[in-house]
């Protein structure tokens, strides 16, 4: 294991393109949505170690965007919808009040431009596999990659790993950012276990039959977190674990066998690493992704008061359970298309993506979304899988999403007619 490559996560090492004597500079990518906000937050809250130069969002908030805009005074703002850009225009105009506004970027490509602008750090918050192109650009241009997009590792690992140097890139997904802070405590040749800690959803502990109909409100009323729908479907099937089990093993160089899920409802562990000697180490905070995202932009520096720490004063219960398969398939057939590798995940993780609309616009039930998954997976095949390493490509990726979303779509489609017969 100590001769292998280096991880592309890796606490020991520190990749720093920019050194400068003020605040470090920040480009947000996907500014307006959860992990945008709670970011502009901590620059907020702490002015002298960072910097806003530029944002990115989709284009369906742009009164928040122009204040946001305002507030940090940044440089570049930019829109992934062009229509917009009137309105954002306006918007800005009233915000800044006379003064000038920042430049405006806008079409596909906005973000991944201000990816590869002048800065030290990209957090990189857009959800979905249009991150991918944004984490290229990033890598490519030699900033430091604060990674909250787990798309960019799902559907093009190889891409990836291509591209980041040791260090370059920090995980800003709870569990990552806490296995990348317990690895810091030993070697890799020390590791003999992830542990990635899982909340169970809103249905921990019902069986598949009772699963069956459940819905989509059910499946939003996340007991933990507040998070976009699409997260939280994915949280309450459990495919978010599955994707952190196969994110796991590329940003850490561990192998699948070696990586473990273990339900946790109170999400205070946020993940452990079990280690040769037996000890394992668990990171610990009260859920908060504020403490991850400080973890992403501030490494290898801590962020005082970045989150909320634990009152001890006060009793609390921590419950483990092992993970229900039979309820719960994602996480195996996740583990199954990583070992596949290629365009597999990418044709894993865009299957999910529509069944999960599906399901929200009530033409699938609960159960049908890892059923169809499992169906558009087992369709692709090995052979469709052979596109690998330093061979794959963006345009193999995305062909592989656009078939997988029409299969999705066509399955969706006949169990749907098939119910109505």
């Not at 908030?61 to 805009?69: S, W």
């Not at 806008?106 to 750090?121: F, I, K, N, V, W």
């Not at 690493?273 to 905070?285: I, P």
Request: with cysteine; charged share 20%; hydrophobic share 45%.
């Amino acid at each position: 294991m100590s001769d292998s490559p280096a991880p592309l996560a890796d606490p020991h090492l520190v990749f720093d393109p920019v050194v400068t004597d003020g605040p470090r500079d920040i480009v947000i990518l996907g500014s307006t949505g959860s992990i945008g906000t709670q970011a502009i937050d901590l620059v907020r809250r702490n002015p002298g170690r960072f910097r806003v130069t530029a944002l990115s969002a989709a284009g369906g908030r742009v009164g928040l965007l122009a204040e946001q805009a305002r507030q940090l005074r940044v440089r570049t703002v930019a829109v992934a919808r062009e229509d917009v850009v009137p309105a954002l225009r306006e918007a800005l105009e009233g915000q800044y009040g006379g003064e000038p506004i920042p430049e405006i970027l806008a079409g596909p490509d906005a973000a991944t431009e201000l990816a590869a602008s002048a800065c030290h750090t990209v957090l990189n918050g857009i959800t979905g596999s249009i991150g991918l192109a944004p984490t290229l650009a990033a890598l490519e241009a030699g900033r430091t990659l604060a990674l909250a997009n787990k798309e960019s590792l799902i559907v093009g690992g190889p891409l990836v790993k291509a591209l980041a140097k040791p260090g370059q890139i920090i995980p800003v997904d709870s569990e990552h950012a806490a296995l990348f802070q317990a690895l810091a405590s030993g070697t890799r040749a020390d590791v003999r276990k992830l542990v990635v800690t899982a909340s169970g959803g809103p249905f921990r502990g019902r069986t598949k039959a009772e699963l069956a109909d459940v819905t989509p409100d059910d499946a939003l009323a996340h007991p933990t977190w507040a998070m976009g729908p699409v997260i939280t479907v994915n949280s309450a099937t459990l495919v978010n674990k599955g994707l952190e089990v196969i994110e796991a093993h590329l940003l850490y160089d561990i192998p699948f066998e070696r990586i473990e899920v273990v339900v946790h409802p109170q999400s205070y562990v946020h993940s452990m690493v079990e280690f040769t000697d037996g000890s394992t180490l668990a990171q610990a905070t009260p859920p908060d992704m504020r403490g991850p995202i400080a973890i992403g932009i501030g490494w290898p520096e801590r962020v005082p008061d970045a989150a909320p720490a634990f009152d001890w004063t006060k009793a609390s219960s921590w419950e483990f359970f092992p993970l229900d398969n039979d309820a719960f398939p994602s996480v195996g057939l996740a583990r199954h298309v990583g070992k596949l590798a290629g365009t597999a995940p990418a044709v894993f993780n865009a299957a999910n993506e529509e069944c999960v609309d599906a399901f929200l616009n009530g033409a699938l039930p609960f159960n049908g979304i890892m059923e169809t998954v499992t169906k558009v997976v087992a369709e692709h095949g090995d052979p469709g899988m052979g596109v690998s390493g330093t061979s794959l490509t963006v345009a193999d990726v995305l062909e592989a999403e656009t078939w997988a979303r029409a299969r999705a779509r066509e399955l969706t489609a006949k169990a749907t007619a098939e119910a109505r017969a």
